[in-house]
C-alpha cells in the first residue's frame, strides 16, 4: 500500500498509543499506517472509542505521557520525522506545521484570555511578531472566519457554540500549517451551524493549500468533504481507500454496518440495522479479528489471528479473511440516488 | 462595577452592629467588674461607687451600648479601662507591626504554596507529589506556637541568626514569625492549589495551547494557573484577614507588638471599650479584604465580571 | 466464549457490596489512611489505659526538686521539667485531656452546626438568610478570638474549653450540611414524605441528614485535629485548663520558660501534638477519598 513518487504530507507507519494504567494497559491504537498527499482530506471513521482522537494526538505528540505511550516506525510530517524532535522542535511544529481543531468548542478555548489574545498566542509564537502585530493579524484571522474583528476583544463565554468554532479555526489555521486535524469540529453543533462551518473549513482549506484529516463518526460529512477514507475499529484501519472505493465498493463489515446504521431520508420505510454488540474491551483485546464478534459473517478462522491487509484493486484495502474466498461479497449493494 | 462596590461597603454597616453588639453583650457577661478594674486596688467602695456613676455602669446593658455606638457614630471608638488612652489611637499604634508581618507572611506562604502545589499536581501520583503532599500535611499539623518555638531553639538560639523576638526594626526580626505563620498557611494552600490545578489541568483548552505550540511552561504558568487563582486567592484571602486581625499565638511566642496581643490583653483584663473596638475593626478589616478579594476574582475572571456589572 | 467471560468479569467486578463495607475496601488500599487509623487507636489505647500504669497524684502531678531539669535518659525518656516531674509520663497522660477535648469539641460543633444548617437548607428564605448572614459574621472574627472571648466569659475549665473550641468549629458544619440538605431539599421522595403527613424533623432527620453523612463524616476526622490544635493553642495561651494538668499545650506554655538551655522540654510536647493531629489529618483524608472516589486527588 505505498506511494511512491508522490508527495506525501504525512506518512505514519504502524503507530502504536497504549495506556498504562492501575486498571490495566489500554490499547488504544494498534499498529494504523497513513499517509497522505498535499492539499487532500482524509476522512478518518469510526464509532467512538474507536482511536481516531489518540491517533490524531499522537501524530502532534499530544499524549499526555504518563499514561501514555507511543511506538511507532515514523511519523513524518512534510519531510521530518515528529518521533524524533526534541520538545523544543516539537513547540516549533505544532501550531505551524501541524495544527488540531478540536471536538468541543465549549471547553477548547479558555476562559479568562481574549479570544484575540487566543489567536495572537499562536502567531506570537510562530512569526516571532510582537504582541500588538500578532493582535493586527488575528484580528485578520477573526475576519477571515466571519466574526467582525471588533468582537476580537471579548471572552470566549461571550460567544456562541458556532462562533466559537470558528474562533478554534481561527487558532488553528492562524499560522498556514501544511496539516490540519479537525476532530470532530461541527459534533457538538446545531445542524445548521454544522453546515456553516463544514463550508467555512472548505473554503479555507483551498485558500490555503492544506491537507486535511477530518476525524468523524457522520459518513454524510465525509461524503461532502473528504478525498480519501479510513476506517477505523478498535484502534485498527480495517478498511481504506478513496471515497468513491469506500463508499460505492464498500467490503468490510464494518464500514457495511456503519453505513446501515444512517437513516435513509429517501426511503422513510427502510429499517436501521444498527450493528450489534459493543466495541471490545480496549484493556483485553481478542487474539483475531476485533470485530469478529459483532460480524455477521465471522467464521471461526476469523478468531485465530489479526486478518492482514488485501488489495482490492486501486488504492482500495481491506483488513478481513473473508475475501480469501474468491466469491465472498457484503449484503450491502450501492444504488445510485 | 462600582455599584457593586458601593452595595458591598453599604452590607457592611448591619455586619459591624451586630458584631459589636454581640462581643458588647457578651463582655458584659464575662464574670469580674469594671469598675474595680478602672478604680485600682486600693480604691475604697465610695470611690468604686463613682467609677460606676461616673462610666454609667448602673445603667442597662441596651442604654450603655446605645451610648457606646452615638459615640461609635461620630468616629470615637471611647477609651479603654484599662491605659485611659483613646482606643482608636492605641489600635493605630500597634496596627503599624501587624501589618508589616500579614504582608511578609502572606508572601512567604504564597511563594511557597504554589511553587509545591503546582509542582505536586504536573507531577500527580510520583513520589514527587507524594512529597509534596506529605509536606503540606505535616504543615498542617503542626501547631502554629511549636513551630515558632522550634525555629527560635533552632534559628536564634543555636545559630544565632535571627533576634528570637520583638520587632526590632528591619527585616531581620521578622523573618522567624512571618515564616512561622507563613508555612502554616502555606500548608492549607499548597493542597488548594494542588486540587485546583489538578480541576484544570485535564481542561481541554491546555491542549488547544499545547497544539498552538506553546511550550509546557507556559501551558501551566500561565493557561493553567490563572484559571486555578480563583480557589487559591480565596484562601489567601481569608488567610491574610485572619494574620492581620490578630496572630495572636505567634505575636506572643515572638514577643511581637501587634494588635492580636492587644485584644487579647483586653479581654483579660476585663476591658470592654478596647475589645470592642479591636474587634469592630479586625471585622471591618475582614470584610473589606475579603471585598478587595472579590474586586480581584473579577480581574482574574471575565465571567465573574460580567456577573458583578449584571 | 470471550463475551461470556467478559460479562462474568463485569458482575464479578460490580457485585453489590454494602455502602460500609465499599469505603472499608477503599480505605484499605490508602497506606496513609491506615497509618492514621493505626495511630489514631494506639492513642486512644495509651489515653484510656494510662491510669493502669500510671498514677495522677504520684507520677503526673507531684514536684520532686531533686530530679529537676534533666535532660531525656533512659531513666526519664523524654527528661524532666523544672519541678523535676517525668515529661514522658506527662505527655502520655496529656492524651487524656487532648483527645476528649477534640471528640467533644467537634460533638458539640456538629450538633449546633447540622441543627442550624439543616434548618437553614429545609426552610430556606428568612430563616436561610438570616442564620447564614449571622454564620458569616462569626466566620469574619477569627477563629482564635472568638475562644479567647468565649473561654473568659465562662471561666477556664475543660468543659468551657470544650465549649469554646465547639462554638467556633460550628460554621464549617452549618456550610456542609446546609449545602447537603440543599440538594435533596427538592427531590420527589421528600415531597412524597411530606404527602404522607411526615413532620418537618422526622424528614429531615429520616430522610435528608443521611444524605449529608458523608461530608459531614469527612469534616468530623478533619475537625477533630484542627480542634485538637485550637484547644492546645488557649492552653498555651494560659486559657485553657489549670496547672498542674499535663494538657500539650500548657506544657509548652511552662517549656517555653526554659526554652534557653532546657529545649527538650518545648521539643516532645509539641510532637505529641503533631503525631495525634497529623494521624487524624491522613485518616480523614483517607475517609473523604474512600467515601467519594470522584473527589479523588
Redesign the interface.
Known amino acids: 500500500m505505498s506511494q511512491e513518487n508522490k508527495e506525501l504530507i504525512l506518512d505514519v507507519s504502524d503507530l502504536k498509543v497504549r495506556y498504562e494504567t492501575e486498571d490495566g494497559v489500554v490499547h488504544a491504537v494498534n499498529g494504523v499506517n497513513i499517509q497522505l498527499e498535499r492539499k487532500k482530506t482524509l476522512g478518518l471513521v469510526g464509532e467512538t472509542g474507536a482511536g481516531k482522537t489518540t491517533t490524531a494526538m499522537a501524530m502532534m505528540r499530544l499524549i499526555p505521557s504518563p499514561p501514555g505511550v507511543i511506538e511507532c516506525n515514523k511519523i513524518i510530517i512534510d519531510g521530518m520525522d515528529v518521533m524524533n524532535m526534541s520538545p523544543r522542535q516539537l513547540e516549533e511544529v505544532r501550531g505551524q506545521e501541524i495544527s488540531m481543531i478540536f471536538q468541543d468548542p465549549m471547553t477548547a478555548l479558555n476562559p479568562v484570555f481574549t479570544v484575540g489574545e487566543q489567536i495572537a498566542e499562536s502567531i506570537e509564537i510562530h512569526e516571532k511578531l510582537s504582541k500588538k502585530d500578532a493582535f493586527v493579524k488575528a484580528v485578520e484571522m477573526l475576519e477571515m472566519v466571519g466574526i467582525p474583528g471588533s468582537r476580537a476583544h471579548e471572552y470566549p463565554h461571550q460567544f456562541s457554540g458556532g462562533m466559537k468554532q470558528r474562533v478554534v479555526i481561527a487558532i488553528a489555521l492562524a499560522c498556514n500549517p501544511k496539516l490540519l486535524i479537525a476532530d470532530e469540529p461541527t459534533t457538538a453543533l446545531d445542524v445548521t451551524i454544522q453546515a456553516q462551518v463544514l463550508e467555512l473549513m472548505k473554503r479555507l482549506k483551498q485558500q490555503y493549500d492544506t491537507s486535511m484529516i477530518l476525524i468523524t463518526h457522520d459518513l454524510g460529512i465525509v461524503a461532502e468533504v473528504c478525498d480519501e477514507v479510513m476506517v477505523m475499529y478498535a484502534g485498527r484501519i480495517v478498511e481504506q481507500g478513496t471515497l468513491k472505493e469506500v463508499f460505492n465498493h464498500t467490503k468490510h463489515p464494518y464500514t457495511e454496518g456503519l453505513f446501515g446504521s444512517i437513516p435513509n431520508i429517501n426511503d422513510r420505510k427502510s429499517e436501521l440495522q444498527p450493528i450489534p454488540g459493543l466495541m471490545p474491551d480496549p484493556t483485553e483485546l481478542p487474539e483475531g479479528c476485533t470485530f469478529a464478534s459483532r460480524c455477521p459473517y465471522a467464521t471461526e478462522d476469523c478468531e485465530k489471528k489479526q486478518p492482514e491487509y488485501r488489495y482490492m484493486g486501486g488504492t482500495h484495502y481491506v483488513a478481513c479473511i473473508a475475501y480469501d474466498d474468491p466469491d465472498f461479497h457484503i449484503k450491502r449493494r450501492v444504488t445510485n440516488g | 462595577m462600582h455599584r457593586y462596590i458601593i452595595k458591598r461597603l453599604l452590607m457592611l454597616i448591619p455586619?459591624l452592629i451586630?458584631?459589636s453588639f454581640?462581643?458588647y453583650f457578651?463582655?458584659d457577661?464575662?464574670?469580674g467588674d469594671p469598675a474595680l478594674i478602672i478604680a485600682g486596688d486600693q480604691a475604697t467602695d465610695e470611690m468604686i461607687e463613682k467609677v460606676r456613676e461616673d462610666y454609667g455602669f448602673n445603667d442597662p446593658l441596651i442604654i450603655r451600648y446605645a451610648n457606646y455606638m452615638k459615640g461609635l457614630l461620630k468616629g470615637d471608638m471611647g477609651s479603654s479601662y484599662v491605659s485611659k488612652k483613646d482606643v482608636w489611637e492605641t489600635y493605630c499604634q500597634r496596627f503599624p507591626a501587624t501589618a508589616k508581618l500579614s504582608v511578609a507572611a502572606i508572601i512567604v506562604s504564597l511563594v511557597l504554596s504554589l511553587i509545591l502545589g503546582v509542582y505536586s499536581a504536573v507531577n500527580q501520583n510520583t513520589w514527587k507529589d507524594n512529597v509534596s503532599v506529605v509536606l503540606a500535611?505535616?504543615g498542617?499539623?503542626?501547631?502554629?506556637?511549636?513551630l515558632g518555638?522550634?525555629l527560635?531553639?533552632a534559628f536564634a538560639?543555636n545559630l544565632g541568626w535571627f533576634p528570637s523576638g520583638g520587632d526590632l526594626g528591619g527585616w531581620r526580626s521578622l523573618v522567624l514569625p512571618a515564616i512561622t505563620i507563613g508555612t502554616n498557611n502555606a500548608a492549607l494552600m499548597t493542597r488548594t492549589t494542588?486540587?485546583s490545578m489538578?480541576d484544570v489541568i485535564r481542561?481541554?483548552?491546555?491542549?488547544?495551547?499545547?497544539?498552538?505550540?506553546?511550550?509546557?511552561k507556559k501551558v501551566i504558568m500561565h493557561?493553567a494557573l490563572?484559571?486555578a487563582l480563583i480557589p487559591i486567592i480565596t484562601i489567601a484571602g481569608v488567610q491574610f484577614?485572619?494574620i492581620l486581625?490578630?496572630a495572636?499565638?505567634v505575636e506572643?511566642?515572638f514577643a511581637w507588638p501587634g494588635v492580636?496581643r492587644l485584644?487579647?490583653d483586653s479581654?483579660?483584663m476585663r476591658d470592654i471599650p478596647m475589645?470592642t473596638g479591636c474587634?469592630v475593626i479586625?471585622?471591618m478589616i475582614?470584610?473589606v479584604v475579603?471585598l478587595l478579594v472579590d474586586i480581584l476574582y473579577a480581574y482574574?475572571?471575565?465571567?465573574i465580571k460580567?456577573q458583578y456589572t449584571k | 466464549m470471550a463475551a461470556s467471560t467478559n460479562q462474568e468479569l463485569v458482575s464479578k467486578k460490580y457485585a453489590k457490596r454494602s455502602q460500609m463495607a465499599e469505603i472499608w475496601r477503599n480505605l484499605k488500599k490508602n497506606k496513609g489512611a491506615i497509618i492514621g487509623l493505626v495511630i489514631v487507636v494506639l492513642l486512644v489505647i495509651m489515653a484510656i489505659g494510662a491510669p493502669l500504669f500510671l498514677d495522677y497524684q504520684k507520677d503526673i502531678v507531684s514536684q520532686n526538686v531533686s530530679q529537676r531539669l534533666q535532660p531525656p535518659s533512659f531513666q526519664h525518656l523524654f527528661g524532666t521539667d523544672h519541678v523535676g516531674r517525668d515529661i514522658f509520663a506527662r505527655v502520655i497522660w496529656g492524651a487524656r485531656y487532648s483527645l476528649p477535648i477534640g471528640i467533644v469539641a467537634v460533638i458539640v460543633a456538629v450538633i449546633l452546626g447540622v441543627t442550624l444548617g439543616a434548618v437553614a437548607g429545609y426552610y430556606g428564605g428568612v430563616v436561610e438568610n438570616v442564620l447564614m448572614r449571622f454564620g458569616d459574621i462569626f466566620a469574619s472574627i477569627p477563629h482564635i478570638l472568638l475562644a479567647i472571648v468565649v473561654v473568659s466569659v465562662l471561666g477556664q475549665s475543660t468543659i468551657n474549653l470544650m465549649i469554646a473550641v465547639g462554638v467556633t468549629s460550628t460554621p464549617a458544619f452549618i456550610r456542609v450540611s446546609r449545602a447537603a440538605v440543599l440538594t435533596v431539599r427538592n427531590q420527589e421522595y421528600i415531597e412524597a414524605a411530606r404527602a404522607i403527613g411526615m413532620k418537618d424533623w422526622q424528614i429531615i432527620l429520616k430522610h435528608i441528614l443521611p444524605n449529608a453523612l458523608s461530608p459531614i463524616v469527612v469534616q468530623v476526622t478533619l475537625r477533630v485535629g484542627s480542634a485538637i490544635i485550637s484547644a492546645s493553642s488557649l492552653c498555651f495561651l494560659g486559657l485553657g485548663i489549670p496547672a498542674p494538668a499535663p494538657e500539650w499545650g500548657a506544657m509548652l506554655s511552662e517549656g517555653r520558660k526554659y526554652i534557653r538551655d532546657y529545649s527538650y522540654m518545648t521539643l516532645f510536647p509539641g510532637l505529641a501534638i503533631m503525631i495525634t493531629v497529623l494521624a487524624l489529618n491522613m485518616l480523614g483524608d483517607g475517609l473523604r477519598d474512600a467515601m467519594d472516589p470522584k473527589m479523588k486527588r
Request: glycine letters at 6%; a positive charge; one cysteine or more.
Open positions: 455586619v451586630c458584631v454581640v462581643i457578651i463582655m457577661l464575662a464574670p500535611l505535616l498542617l499539623s503542626m501547631p502554629q506556637f511549636w518555638l522550634l527560635i531553639i538560639l494542588r486540587s489538578l481542561q481541554d483548552y491546555l491542549c488547544t495551547a499545547r497544539a498552538k505550540g506553546v511550550s509546557e493557561h490563572r484559571n484577614a485572619y486581625g490578630g495572636v499565638l506572643t511566642v492580636g485584644t487579647v479581654i483579660n475589645v474587634v479586625t471585622t475582614v470584610c475579603q482574574v475572571d471575565p465571567r460580567a
